[in-house]
């Protein structure tokens, strides 16, 4: 992002940032406004930084947390087992209670007819319109 030249506006307040700000010719020419609720951010236009924050090779590289993977686990078991209890909701229902199984035939049965006979009918119209 240092060696963007062209933005005109940048606002990267209330993102909990820190370590320094990387030297360039854009991120420095920013108010300090833009930077504001970053509380651990420094060097040009904010607080200058030590010299621990200074040096690159210090910085902790970033790990995941475990309550994201926590999060994660969470949400994938709770994706498998809402597609279980709907899939078997409903294809256990049509297997189990014959009147269903054959009320959702006839409907498919119904639908594929109306769509076939259409789809006839709409070719039949468009040979007629170019045929003359």
């Known amino acids: ?12 307040s ?22 504001i609720a970053n509380p ?4 040009t236009p904010l607080k200058s930084c030590t010299t621990k924050e ?14 994201d993977d926590s999060a994660k686990e969470s949400l994938y078991l709770g994706m ?16 189990l209670i014959t009147k269903w199984m054959h009320a959702y035939y006839r409907f498919i049965d119904r639908v594929g007819d109306k769509l076939y006979v259409t789809s006839i009918v709409k070719l039949n119209n468009f040979d007629k319109l170019w045929s003359g």
């Open 14 to 35: 209330c993102n909990n940032f820190n370590g320094t700000i990387p030297m360039g010719t854009q991120l420095q020419s920013f108010n300090a406004s833009s930077y």
């Open 80 to 95: 498998g087992v809402g597609f279980t209890v709907g899939f078997w909701g409903i294809f256990g229902s049509l297997f």
């Open 54 to 67: 200074e040096n690159p090779k210090t910085a902790k590289p970033y790990t995941e947390n475990e309550d």
């Open 1 to 12: 992002m240092s060696h963007l030249n062209f933005l005109g506006y940048l606002n990267l």
């Open 40 to 43: 651990e951010l420094c060097r």
